[in-house]
């Protein structure tokens, strides 16, 4: 199974629709995938999940990602990483049966000009220090708003071409 990881609880985000967008994608070539927003985490999780004590909102998610075999992980640049909920919701899952010999791609995407390379960086040191296999294909999108029209779709023609290639690996990776 194949879960797409919008990795922000912000609402409304330029990230959770560049998650649907690839799930159109990978749909389009035959590839059934779960979409994860972090904004669906429960809000009390800091309190519930981290130490121990599983909330029933929790384990629903804690069971996709469980069953799930490849991740692809869209990140937004926050402060010149990635986002404190995706740490807080790495940290909430089990250890080892969520990510431990499992595979994932990575996309970055920020309204700057580096397409969260530095937060992409970081986060593959995560990935390792779980055992988290990470496809060295990884993109960088940058100026996401001039990259998605009105309906969340890419427009331009390199960055579609990039994206199709990365999709085309993820799916034999």
């Known amino acids: 199974m194949v879960t797409i990881i919008a990795s922000t609880n912000r609402p409304g985000s330029s ?3 560049l ?16 979409l994860l927003s972090l904004a669906q985490l429960p809000p009390n999780l800091i309190e519930t999940d981290l130490y121990g004590k ?3 909102e929790f384990t629903i998610i804690q069971d996709v990602v469980t069953a799930t075999d490849k991740f692809l992980f869209i990140i937004p640049e926050y402060n010149g990483s990635y986002p404190g909920v995706l740490k807080v919701f790495v940290d909430a899952c089990g250890f080892p049966e969520s990510f431990y010999d499992k595979k994932a791609a990575l996309v970055g995407l920020s309204s700057g000009k580096y397409g969260n390379i530095r937060g992409i960086d970081h986060f593959t040191g995560v990935c390792h220090y779980l055992n988290l296999h990470v496809m060295p294909l990884k993109l960088h999108i940058a100026s996401i708003r001039k990259e998605m029209d009105a309906e969340g779709n890419l427009t331009q023609e390199d960055t579609l071409r990039y994206t199709n290639e990365q999709i085309d690996k993820f799916i034999k990776f």
Do not use: E, I, M
């Open 15 to 17: 990230t959770l629709q």
């Open 19 to 34: 998650a649907k967008y690839y799930q159109k994608q990978l749909a389009a070539k035959g590839q059934d995938s779960n």
């Open 54 to 56: 599983r909330s029933n």
